[in-house]
């Protein structure tokens, strides 16, 4: 059961148990209609507001035990606290209230019947009359459903003449979903006097479905009708008016439970309140607890905040403020919470306050995070004192800026403590990118939910040094989420800076250098991957960073030696050494590495550094030169060989050749047998060319 459109229906509606007539719960319309407030109705059994003897309400108990589904009771005799009796036909549907079976009571007044007509046909005519211009469509249907009289309203309501209805089957104008719980109906008609059917679509003469609201009432005893007579009304409107206040209804819920949200409505003049489930949550209260009387709240208000939002409500229902306030609650088992609470009021044509309705959603993380910020605060001096930031508090609403002596240790003595943000830069400081800095704030400050501000920028000092800083505030905010002050630490972080640009210079120039350089972590995953690292092993920087380095570099063969050669420089051992490395193709590269530990400004080792150059070429190269040197020796060797073989076969000839020349000086040109000695030299001579020519092939071939 929906609790919140019970207590809001504009209808007299009640709760009572079946078995024992006690009244459970009563809306605000109720209350008005019977002038019981509802802590007196809860005292009160339904005996007690119907005017009627106990056989009477003994036979009202019996039908509410057949009866399933929504139930019409009939017409009760109702009395009101005053002692007015009022004629009240009542209708409802049982519902599971506090783990009880009840019966959910809806309430309206029967208009005193006409005074009878002087005769039977003056009654008929009016009948005819009224039905003619009827907005009710009035029929008469047999036991199987097709109908014996139409009025001759028909025409004007649904388009179709009387007579055309005359023989058809009334549910073959009903949609096919509804068509069984209408077959229902008629049935139960049957064993009863009347019976309200539950709103069903049916087809109209341009073939549009319409909701339809019918009564049937069972008049086959009677000779002048001997049928059942069915009452329908065209309700789609106001259906779907209903369905668009549930679908509103529904989207209140879903919005208010989101936000935490509790909703309640007092009626002033009857002085009864109404809460959702909510709002009890809110107070920590149980339902059953709460009186429903605008006290019942007051009872609940912190002590020091009463006095306060009681004048607030009062002076809202005169109409000199809104009620717009916060105040404390304690709830039954002492917890204090704070609620913000809103809301608004309706006036009587005399501008009487006569209903306020509105919410209370709890703030307290809000307000203790305010109490908290305050309470920091309060230790702002003390804090600006220990710490090597320097401290700012910047007044909003004021434009007014405080500044920590921590200023002057980094930005000059003369750095003033107190000044308007809009002069910021005026004290002898040149404040870089400045219109980005204010433009970053004015953004922080704009966002409702931004809580807080970080920034790095720099300053030049009066004498032109640049100053590095980190700036950081938390906004505080009022309840609206306009920001009133940011309180904040700025940091020199000068030496960062420039540690990081020395850095930066240096990994750029690492980026130029043929050689790989790499570096890791102590666990060996690789942070850092310059572009020749790239060219000598195949991976790219992207694809190496968070690897780790042996799985990129090292085949399975040698994988035992570079953990080996980790550990040496977990040990802050240093490495040099050449080896196969493993490329991301699958090819092999051989390297000549330097590896060497990492530490930090405190001296802690952080990881290593290896620099490796590919010295395949020079390893060819060297091997090369190996083989050509040997290839000289033998050749050499070979020479040598043949020298000393030849010099000893040249001998012979060349002697020979000498002895002649010497004879030929010795006698002057008077040489006996001169042909002979010639003959001599011409052998000695060709014996010579032959070992000239044998000592060139053999060059030739050690050549080869």
């Not at 459109?5 to 209350?31: C, M, W």
């Not at 109906?185 to 049916?202: D, F």
């Not at 339902?287 to 709240?297: I, K, Q, R």
């Not at 404390?328 to 913000?340: H, M, N």
Request: proline share 2%.
């Amino acid at each position: 059961m929906n609790c919140t459109l019970f207590k809001i229906n504009p209808i007299p509606s009640l709760i009572f148990d079946i078995q024992t007539l006690e009244i459970l719960e009563v809306n605000g319309a109720a209350v008005d209609h019977y002038k019981y407030k509802r802590n007196e109705f809860l005292k009160l059994t339904l005996e007690d507001i119907t005017a009627a003897d106990v056989c009477y309400m003994s036979s009202i108990r019996k039908a509410l035990k057949k009866k399933k589904g929504d139930t019409y009771l009939g017409i009760f005799a109702m009395q009101t606290k005053e002692g007015t009796i009022l004629k009240m036909e009542i209708n409802g549907h049982k519902v599971d209230f506090k783990d009880r079976q009840c019966f959910l009571m809806v309430c309206q007044e029967v208009k005193k019947n006409r005074e009878k007509e002087s005769t039977r046909s003056q009654n008929e005519r009016r009948l005819s009359t009224l039905m003619q211009g009827s907005f009710d469509l009035v029929g008469v249907i047999d036991t199987k459903g097709f109908y014996t009289y139409m009025s001759p309203s028909s025409a004007a309501i649904t388009g179709i003449a009387a007579e055309d209805f005359i023989g058809k089957d009334a549910f073959g104008y009903i949609h096919p979903d509804d068509i069984q719980h209408t077959l229902d109906s008629l049935k139960e008609v049957l064993t009863q006097e009347r019976v309200v059917v539950a709103p069903y679509r049916a087809k109209n003469h341009n073939d549009e479905w319409c909701w339809v609201e019918t009564v049937l009432k069972n008049m086959l005893d009677d000779p002048a009708i001997n049928g059942i007579v069915v009452n329908s009304r065209d309700i789609t409107e106001s259906f779907k008016a209903k369905e668009h206040l549930i679908e509103i209804s529904e989207r209140l819920y879903l919005a208010t439970t989101s936000a935490k949200m509790g909703i309640w409505d007092w009626d002033v003049i009857n002085d009864n309140l109404t809460w959702d489930n909510k709002m009890y949550a809110l107070y920590g209260l149980k339902e059953e607890d709460f009186t429903g009387a605008v006290s019942a709240w007051q009872h609940g208000l912190h002590p020091e905040d009463a006095a306060r939002s009681t004048q607030e409500l009062k002076d809202s229902l005169k109409g000199a403020r809104e009620f717009n306030t916060e105040f404390r609650v304690i709830w039954p088992d002492r917890t204090v919470r704070y609620l913000e609470a809103h809301a608004v009021v309706t006036r009587d044509k005399e501008g009487r306050a006569v209903r306020m309705i509105g919410s209370n959603v709890d703030v307290t993380d809000r307000k203790k995070a305010e109490e908290n910020i305050l309470k920091a605060n309060e230790r702002f001096e003390k804090v600006t004192q220990a710490t090597k930031d320097a401290i700012w508090d910047w007044d909003i609403a004021n434009d007014t800026f405080y500044r920590s002596d921590a200023f002057k240790t980094f930005l000059g003595e003369d750095t003033s403590r107190l000044f308007s943000p809009t002069a910021f830069g005026g004290d002898h400081l040149y404040v870089h990118d400045r219109e980005m800095i204010i433009q970053s704030i004015d953004k922080a400050l704009a966002d409702p939910l931004a809580t807080k501000w970080i920034n790095d920028y720099s300053v030049s000092d009066k004498h032109g040094k640049i100053h590095y800083l980190n700036d950081r505030g938390i906004i505080i905010r009022d309840k609206d989420g306009k920001a009133l002050r940011m309180v904040g630490a700025m940091s020199n972080i000068t030496g960062q800076k420039q540690s990081e640009q020395e850095n930066k210079f240096k990994a750029n120039l690492l980026k130029t250098v043929s050689e790989a350089a790499i570096a890791t972590d102590l666990d060996g995953v690789v942070n850092y991957w310059n572009k020749a690292a790239e060219t000598i092993f195949g991976w790219t920087a992207e694809e190496a960073i968070g690897k780790y380095v042996n799985q990129l570099t090292l085949s399975d063969v040698i994988k035992e030696q570079g953990e080996q050669i980790m550990a040496k420089l977990r040990r802050g051992e240093t490495w040099f050494g050449e080896f196969e490395a493993l490329r991301k193709d699958g090819s092999t590269v051989l390297v000549r590495v330097s590896n060497a530990p990492v530490y930090d400004d405190t001296n802690n080792l952080v990881g290593m550094v290896g620099i490796s150059s590919d010295i395949t070429q020079e390893a060819k190269n060297k091997k090369l030169l190996k083989q050509y040197t040997h290839q000289l020796e033998r050749t050499n060797k070979k020479l040598k060989e043949i020298a000393w073989t030849q010099s000893h076969e040249v001998r012979a000839p060349l002697s020979r050749i000498m002895g002649i020349i010497n004879l030929i000086e010795l006698e002057g040109g008077a040489i006996d047998q001169l042909d002979f000695w010639l003959e001599q030299l011409k052998i000695s001579t060709q014996e010579m060319d032959a070992i000239v020519r044998n000592i060139v092939d053999e060059a030739q071939l050690l050549d080869s």
